[in-house]
Structures are given as C-alpha cells and as structure tokens.
C-alpha cells in the first residue's frame, strides 16, 4: 500500500466523513473547521487522495494537551496505521510538550490497548473523566 503522511488539516467535509466511518459521531461542519484550523497538531494519513487515518493533540500548547481524533477507515484498521499516528503524535509531545506537561485522551475500547503501548494509563480510581456534550 503506498500511503503518504501528512500534517496538514483535512477538510472539514472529509474529516466528518472519515469520523463517521471509524464508528465517531459526526460533527457540524463550521465547527469543525474552526477546531481543524487551532488545532496544535495534525497527521492525516492517504492513500492516493482518499483520507483513511488521522490523529489530532488540540490544548493550550503549555500545561495542557489532549489527542483527539483517532480515527482509521475500517478498510484500513489493523495495518499499523493506527500506531504509525500514535507514534508521530508521541514524537510531536516528545519534542515539544514542556516538562510535566499533561497529555489525556479519552479511549473507547479496544483502543485503550493500543494506547497502553504508547506509555497512557488509566486514571481510575484517583480520577475518571467526564464531559458534557452540547
């Protein structure tokens, strides 16, 4: 397969559309352009020009980080390209995320395997995450 990698944002339209085939929830288009454009870091991942794997860390690029956006097209899943964007985000937070520095992501299951292999822990029982969805 010849896949070229990139770190740049993709296109609101076809960032949804890879979220949707991955099993994410879609997102408002205007929303996401304005979230792909602040994002800290990006990777996208093509085959010729389709998009078939993406990864974000979104934060304040000091204390707080967060990775995002983990997605692989089905067709895709179980090719390394998930850990090929895993690796490329731990070597952006390596590089550039200041010392104690906090990196979270929230992990939906089997995922949390793949993200163990990239030093992530639980933070269950001293804390658990939340959100509110809008």
């Known amino acids: 397969m010849n896949m070229d990698i ?11 559309q890879l979220r ?21 870091f ?3 991942i093509r085959e010729k020009t389709a998009l078939i794997g993406m990864g974000r860390i979104i934060g304040d690029g000091g204390c707080f980080f967060q990775i995002v ?4 097209s089905p067709d895709y899943q179980g090719m ?12 952006y937070l390596d590089k550039h995320a200041p010392k104690h520095a906090y990196v ?16 992530f822990d639980y933070t269950s029982p001293v804390s658990v995450g939340m959100y509110k969805k809008y």
């Open 6 to 16: 990139s770190f740049i944002p993709p296109a609101p339209e076809e960032y949804n």
């Open 20 to 40: 949707v085939k991955a099993g994410l929830s879609p997102k408002d288009l205007a929303a996401s352009a304005l979230g792909l454009r602040n994002s800290i």
């Open 42 to 44: 990006t990777i996208t």
């Open 69 to 72: 956006d983990i997605a692989v």
């Open 80 to 91: 390394g390209i998930g850990k090929l964007i895993m690796k490329e985000i731990t070597n």
């Open 104 to 119: 979270s992501l929230i992990a939906d299951l089997p995922a949390d395997q793949l993200y163990k292999k990239f030093g």
